[in-house]
Nanobody, 121 residues
Framework: VQLVESGGGLVQPGGSLRLSCAGS????????MAWFRRAPGKEREFVAA???????SYTDSVKGRFTISRDNSKNMVYLQMNSLKPEDTAIYYC????????????????WGQGTQVTVSS
């Protein structure tokens, strides 16, 4: 399994970024895809997930601002982040697995290298 994130960067508060994660080495359409983040000095936390049937879930702090989507034909998952806040600053990681509960709990053994998102004026 290989996961490669991209799209991070520096953005001002209120701005937007779109993260991408390319997956390979597994049956993408059969797996749950999720985004986690780790802020400086904090534990890794769940951000959003996309099930293989298109269902989505989000942590409360990003609801209404972030949107997860996937393109199974391209083996890609995206995280559109709008109305960014300084507290969204973190390294964002892509993860995957076949079992929803395990992936959402961060128990999947498959992770990307992460992409840095910095929200600052």
């Amino acid at each position: 399994v290989q996961l490669v994130e991209s799209g991070g960067g520096l953005v001002q508060p209120g701005g937007s970024l779109r993260l991408s994660c390319a997956g390979s080495g597994f049956t993408f359409s059969s797996n749950v895809m999720a985004w986690f983040r780790r802020a400086p000095g904090k534990e890794r936390e769940f951000v959003a997930a996309s099930g293989y049937s298109g269902e989505t879930s989000y942590t409360d702090s990003v609801k209404g601002r972030f949107t997860i989507s996937r393109d199974n034909s391209k083996n890609m998952v995206y995280l559109q982040m709008n109305s960014l806040k300084p507290e969204d600053t973190a390294i964002y990681y892509c993860t995957t697995g076949p079992i929803v509960r395990a992936v959402v709990a961060g128990l999947s053994g498959s992770w990307g290298q992460g992409t840095q998102v910095t929200v600052s004026s």
